[in-house]
Structures are given as C-alpha cells and as structure tokens.
C-alpha cells in the first residue's frame, strides 16, 4: 500500500500499526484484513505465532519478526525497505501493539525519518476489560504489567494505594495469586476488583466483587488462576486518600523526636495500618 505525495509526486511508504484479536479470530476489522494483504511486509512479534491468523484469512504477505530483542537492528532494516517505497504492517503477538508490547523504536524511528504512521485500530485486552468489569471508566490509569519480584511489586502497589482513578493491571498466571494477596494486603479486603481472565476465549470470566472475596475465590478454584488475566482496581475512595496523608503527617509530627521507624511503628499501632507500608509511605513525601 502505497501513498502518492502531492509535490513531488514520489511514492511514500507509510508504517501501519494494525490490532489483531486477543483470543476470537473473528476480532479483526476488514480495514486490518485489507492492509495485512496490501503491504509489502508484515512485521510479527512472532512470525508463527501469527502465521495461523494470517492462514486463516489467506493472508500470504511476507513476514519478518521485530521483538523486544531485534527491534533496533529491524527498525534499520525496516527503514530501509521503507526508504525503497515498500509499506510496513506491524503486528503483535496478540491486541494492539505497543500496548505492553514491541514497537515504539520502530515508530519513533520511522516518525523521526518522516514517514506517515497510521493505526488500525481493534483489540486491546485492557479496553475489553473495562468495558465489561463494572468499574468506573471515568478516569483510569493503565500500569502496564507489575514487577516480577514480591518487594518491587509491594512497593509499587503502595505508590499507587491512594490512587484516585481506576487502577488497570496486565497479569500472568504465574504471580496472578501474589498479585492479588499483594492487592488485598495494600489495598484493603473492601475495595473493589475485578478480574478479567481469558476474555474473548473459551473460559472467559470477568468476576467484580471485594478483593477479600476475590482471593477467596481464586483460592478456592485453581481453574481461576489459569489463562490471561487484567486487573481492574476501582479508585481509592476520598477518605482512604485523607486517611493516609493524616498518617503520613503524624509520622512527619513524630519523627522529629525518634527514629522515622519507630514514628512508623507508633502509627501502625494505632491505625491498624502495616508499619512497612506507612515507612514506605513516608519515604515517598
Ligand atoms: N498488546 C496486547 C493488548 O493490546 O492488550 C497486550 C500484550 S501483553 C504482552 C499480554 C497480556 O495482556 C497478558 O499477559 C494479559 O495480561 C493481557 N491479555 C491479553 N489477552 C488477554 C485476554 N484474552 N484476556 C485477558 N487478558 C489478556
């Protein structure tokens, strides 16, 4: 596919970022179909991952993969192609690319070279998620996927605990249990979650309760801890947010007489509130 440009009358190349379904094949547009046949090459995060999409519509384009560990030596090789007139689709393994998934080299670089990058819009897990969990959309903030390991997720998770907007979270099935201990520890057994797992597939389920009945549920059915998961994570209610920053105040009162530790320890006792969380807390102020 190839755009004529008015002064010059030159042919340009043009770069497609094309969405591809998260599990339902039927989840492609026919815009999508069209261009992943029209381009001179199609960019996969993984070429036989996305061979039985392409079969599946007779798609015979050519293929090359771009991942998290060859993006730099395909956007020049890329760029190249593209500098010959040859248009691009990039693709991911599956849902929108870019989105916790390669792709922003190549579009940078191809922007900074002057040529047009056009989306195709389609499939997002994260945006199936919200539309279906039951949790404010008004405000949200996408977080993309955790740390792998317990202390950084912990501290992360705290950063985010008065959070006013929607929490949005990519899991894996492997630490989707932690995560959710994790969440229930920080956040509270009261506040709001739903668990979106496998949507679009066969065993889809999205479940909205109380993170306290979440864990228990889960816990409860190994089959719920399997398959692909978002996290959606309703907003810290107003008087949670106040109730920290008093913490944190008390904490900043105290610790102009004794160790920040020990200021941390005095609240906790009083507020119920784990004393490493409000120590991490206050290191943030
Ligand atoms: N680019 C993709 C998108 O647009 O959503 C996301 C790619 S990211 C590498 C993969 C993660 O997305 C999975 O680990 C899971 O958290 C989420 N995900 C992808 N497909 C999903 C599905 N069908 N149901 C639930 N979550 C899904």
Request: aromatic share 6%; charged share 20%; glycine share 8%.
């Amino acid at each position: 596919m190839v755009r004529m440009t008015t002064e010059k009358n030159i042919r340009q190349a043009i770069l497609y970022i094309v969405a591809t379904p998260i599990g339902n094949l039927d989840d492609i547009s026919v815009r999508a179909c069209h261009i992943l046949k029209s381009v001179d090459i199609i960019a996969a995060e993984d070429t036989r991952h996305s061979s039985r999409l392409l079969s599946h519509y007779g798609i015979g384009t050519s293929c090359l993969s771009l991942h998290e560990h060859n993006e730099a030596g395909r956007t020049s090789q890329l760029l190249d192609r593209m500098g010959s007139g040859h248009s691009v689709a990039l693709i991911s393994d599956a849902g929108t690319p870019l989105i916790s998934d390669p792709g922003y080299r190549l579009v940078v670089a191809v922007r900074a070279a002057g040529f047009d990058v056009v989306p195709v819009p389609g499939a997002c897990a994260f945006v199936a998620a919200l539309s279906v969990a039951g949790i404010s959309t008004h405000r949200f903030s996408f977080e993309g996927f955790l740390p792998s390991t317990g202390s950084q997720r912990r501290s992360v998770l705290d950063a985010l605990s008065a959070e006013p907007r929607t929490l949005v979270f990519y899991e894996s099935p492997h630490r989707i249990m932690s995560t959710v201990k994790d969440m229930r520890v920080i956040f509270g057994d009261e506040r709001k979650v739903s668990i979106c797992r496998e949507l679009t597939k066969r065993f889809e389920t999205v479940y909205t309760a109380s993170l306290g009945q979440v864990e228990d549920w889960m816990s409860a059915d190994p089959n719920q801890q399997r398959g692909e998961f978002v996290i959606v994570v309703s907003e810290a209610e107003g008087d949670q947010v106040g109730c920290q920053q008093d913490w944190v105040r008390a904490i900043e009162e105290l610790r102009g007489y004794m160790p920040l530790k020990k200021a941390c320890k005095i609240v906790a006792g009083l507020t119920g509130a784990s004393s490493q969380q409000l120590y991490r807390l206050a290191e943030q102020e």
